[in-house]
């Protein structure tokens, strides 16, 4: 059955769930324009949401004197069996973590860069143990309020001040103080890109060191479809081989990034890997929005570029079955297209689905949890609703607190303290290549998904009934990562409690990015995997650990085998014809 023969749903009469949301009254304007401009001067954060965890936080800890002495008492312990190191003559072992990569530098065993680094880490473990486990604190509080005592204690670490840092300080010495100049310069450089972007107006994009068509995104290939909101990518078979196996692979990236994250340089293009492996590959690339799209929401996304990306490979590959996988968010879209596949049309023309750090369970969503409540979710809904869209440094910056210590405080101490600009790769160009989210689909994701799990709990409507994941009866194949901020692999694992089809789970090495573009030849890379069977037991994650397959290396191959696995035959198959495009196409290429 093809896409577009689907069955016409009930009506919506008979499913109130289902009802479309009514439209804003007027009179809310005024309540609209005044949260707008306070989320503006916030960058999208909710004050609100701080003060009341803060003031829990506060009314809880004040009527547990008991924790609060506890924690003197390991505080004051530490001090006392520490001060013989405070001598400069002092020869004791270290006293805290070594592993800790912000005191790496052999400098800070060095006195008196000892005495600094040893009274930051235990005020640090001071702060940390009245922000846990306290009785009564809900756990979004007790989560925001640890978030924030890290955030301050990264600005104050002894590592961000230059005197207290041995390293800055022995490049100052060797220098005559030069690098704090070049460091300036770089400030000003800094600051005088941020200040000529217009607020209000979608930021230019910037320069980037790697650009797509030229650095990266350089697999041969056209565009063989276009529409409003995707272009659709066919690869050529790789050079001298036409003959490929049956199923071909749609690969839906997230909305929230350019596709070419899995398109980097050659050698570390998962793209690439998969053409000279002999797969007929297709890739979407979503249009990157503006005002005008303001109202696309899920339903757009699924119908004009999910399903319709799906029923051109079905039609261009001469109705072979396709082998689908998406990345993120664009996971969680395709998850959702299968269910509504596998209701209406008996899984329709998917051979299987692959999640790349995609969640289907929002209910722990990691600590991009910190912001979704629903005062967070109304001042940035305000904010989006003003503009029409979430622009890119918006939603970078929020990214960027989750991990202030790698991406915010590594960055002011290299290149503002250091004078060092730091050497950017394919990977950190991509970064800087960010795009923006419609006010509708982004409220209706963290809305449905985030807030009120909607697809994990089958209460997410598409074409006016819910979908289900427990209908799904396709092979899965789903890929977490040990480091991630933005998919915990834990969460990513819950699929397990909400299909019983088949399912190849793989833990790699990496985080949410890094994780995925883990190449053949990667060093240090390793993954556990294990399928589990229909008829088998639910395992926890901890027992996942101890009866997966532990390999080293990249966890491609083992996709690439798996995809064999569940394809039928090999076939010939000719290059794309002329198309709309050479790829990487047009979309990719605009601000």
């Known amino acids: 059955m093809r896409i577009d023969d689907r069955t016409s749903p009930p009506s919506l009469s008979a499913m109130p769930e289902c009802a479309p949301q009514a439209a804003i009254p007027a009179q809310v304007w005024m309540d609209k324009q005044i949260r707008a401009g306070l989320a503006r001067a916030t960058g999208g954060l909710s004050v609100i949401s701080a003060s009341l965890a803060g003031l829990d936080w506060a009314l809880q800890l004040g009527i547990s004197p008991a924790k609060i002495v506890q924690a003197w008492q390991v505080w004051l312990q530490h001090s006392i069996e520490d001060w013989p190191r405070l001598l400069p003559t002092a020869a004791e072992p270290p006293s805290v973590d070594l592993s800790d990569q912000r005191f790496a530098d052999a400098g800070w065993q060095d006195w008196p860069y000892r005495c600094w680094r040893d009274a930051f880490m235990r005020n640090e473990a001071f702060w940390e143990s009245l922000t846990q486990d306290i009785d009564g604190l809900s756990r979004h509080h007790q989560h925001i309020v640890a978030f924030c005592a890290r955030q301050w204690l990264d600005l104050l670490a002894p590592g961000n001040v230059w005197w207290m840092n041995p390293t800055i300080a022995r490049t100052a010495s060797s220098t005559f103080g030069a690098n704090f100049l070049q460091g300036a310069h770089h400030w000003l450089q800094d600051a005088s890109e941020l200040l000529s972007k217009v607020p209000g107006l979608p930021a230019g994009r910037p320069a980037l060191e790697f650009l797509p068509g030229r650095d990266v995104a350089r697999t041969p290939g056209k565009v063989v479809f276009r529409n409003a909101l995707i272009e659709l990518i066919e690869y050529a078979p790789a050079l001298g081989a036409n003959t490929v196996w049956r199923e ?24 690439r890997y998969l053409v000279e492996s002999g797969h007929t590959v297709f890739m979407i690339s979503w249009k990157n929005p503006d005002a005008s799209a303001r109202d696309f929401g899920l339903d757009t996304y699924l119908e004009a570029g999910l399903l319709t990306a799906l029923n051109t490979v079905h ?73 029409g869209y979430l622009d890119g440094p918006q939603m970078k910056s929020a990214f960027q607190m989750l991990n202030a210590q790698d991406l915010i405080w590594s960055r002011v101490m290299s290149e503002y303290l250091l004078g060092q600009r730091l050497r950017a790769n394919d990977l950190v160009s991509w970064n800087r290549d ?37 209908d799904l009866d396709l092979p899965l194949f789903v890929v977490g990562t040990e480091h991630d901020h933005v998919s915990p692999w834990r969460s990513v694992y819950k699929l397990h409690l909400l299909t019983k089809a088949e399912l190849t789970f793989l833990l790699t090495s990496g985080g949410h990015n890094a994780g995925i573009v883990s190449e053949p030849g990667h060093p240090g890379r390793r993954y556990h995997v294990h399928t589990r069977l229909p008829a088998a037991p639910y395992l926890s994650p901890e027992q996942f650990l101890n009866v997966a397959v532990y390999r080293d290396g990249s966890w491609w191959p083992a996709w690439h085998d798996w995809l064999v696995a569940h394809s039928t035959a090999r076939c010939t198959r000719q290059a794309p014809g002329q198309g709309l495009a050479d790829a990487p196409g047009t979309y990719v290429l605009e601000p």
């Open 434 to 470: 960010t795009t923006r989210l419609p006010y509708r689909l982004h409220s209706e994701c963290l809305h449905k998904l985030f807030l009120g799990n909607e697809l994990a709990t089958g209460k997410l409507c598409v074409g006016g009934q819910p979908v289900a994941l427990s």
């Open 315 to 387: 039609a261009r590959c001469d109705g072979a079955h396709v082998h689908a996988a998406g990345y993120c968010l664009g996971g969680t879209l395709l998850a959702t297209g299968a269910a509504m596949l596998a209701r209406d049309a008996a899984g329709g023309p998917l051979a299987s689905m692959t999640l790349f750090a995609s969640e289907t369970d929002f209910h722990d969503p990691g600590e991009l949890g910190l912001f979704i409540d629903k005062s967070s979710l109304a001042t940035l809904d305000a904010l989006m609703w003003s503009q």
């Open 248 to 271: 071909p692979v749609l690969i839906v990236p997230s909305w929230i990034m350019r596709y070419y994250i899995l398109d980097l340089k050659p050698e570390d293009s998962l793209v």
